[in-house]
């Protein structure tokens, strides 16, 4: 099947309160307008240097979500028209967003990583790690950016009942947070967690938000 047959073919099963972030890192401008003229507007990326060029090329009504971790140094590229950044997991990141959103003239919307995973090498925030953002003086004070939900990805394995438990904490941290932090705030909506292997287990368990790349494109040569 060509992409835009794979992606006619999921979005059909999709809930309906559960939005595709279509994944296409390594993907050609192409591959990419495939997709796009089969109906698909959201699409995310993880590189910077990867992202801009897309930006610049493709269709304006795209919306470009950023899913990969983000360096503070490199948020004024993406400032002027990034759709969400799924990845914000420091105060440090937050502050620089919210700056180079005021430039823009704009409000950026971000969703706070979790680390969900129970192996190392994931990024993402602990609960106390988050709180301590929530609560400081400096995050209140933040105008230009818009705290959207959160985000978290899952070990790398096949033991899928270890990958619900990791979605499972995802949507309690969302609940949490929801009700400590968030109680006024409808636009703290979104969950997103679920890739190409694990989506369907992520919207059993609450996903709101899937990101899925290879199961659209067909697998990345790097
Ligand atoms: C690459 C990537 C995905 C999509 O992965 P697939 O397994 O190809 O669906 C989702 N989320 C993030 C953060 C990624 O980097």
């Not at 209140?140 to 990805?153: A, T, W």
């Not at 287990?201 to 040569?221: D, K, L, P, Q, Y």
Request: charged share 30%; with cysteine.
């Amino acid at each position: 099947m060509s992409p835009a047959e794979k992606y006619l073919d999921l979005i059909k099963n999709l809930p309906s309160n559960v939005k595709l972030i279509a994944v296409s890192k390594t993907k050609t401008e192409k591959e990419i307008l495939e997709v796009y003229h089969a109906g698909q507007r959201l699409f995310g990326e993880n590189k910077i240097q990867e992202l801009v060029p897309k930006y610049e090329k493709l269709p304006r009504d795209i919306e470009w979500h950023l899913i990969g971790h983000l360096q503070t140094n490199k948020v004024k590229y993406i400032a002027p028209f990034v759709g969400m950044i799924h990845s914000a997991d420091s105060l440090k990141l937050l502050k620089t967003i919210n700056k180079e959103a005021k430039k823009n003239n704009r409000t950026i919307k971000c969703l706070l990583q979790f680390h969900i995973a129970e192996e190392e090498t994931k990024f993402g925030l602990s609960r106390e790690e988050a709180e301590d953002i929530l609560n400081s003086e400096e995050f209140k004070k933040l105008e230009n950016i818009e705290i959207c939900g959160v985000m978290g990805m899952a070990t790398f394995t096949e033991d899928m009942e270890q990958v619900r438990r990791e979605f499972r904490l995802l949507k309690t941290v969302f609940d949490w947070l929801k009700k400590d932090y968030f109680a006024g705030s409808p636009q703290f909506n979104e969950i997103s967690m679920g890739m190409s292997d694990d989506y369907r287990v992520a919207i059993e368990e609450g996903s709101t938000m899937i990101r899925v790349g290879s199961a659209i494109f067909g697998s990345r040569n790097y």
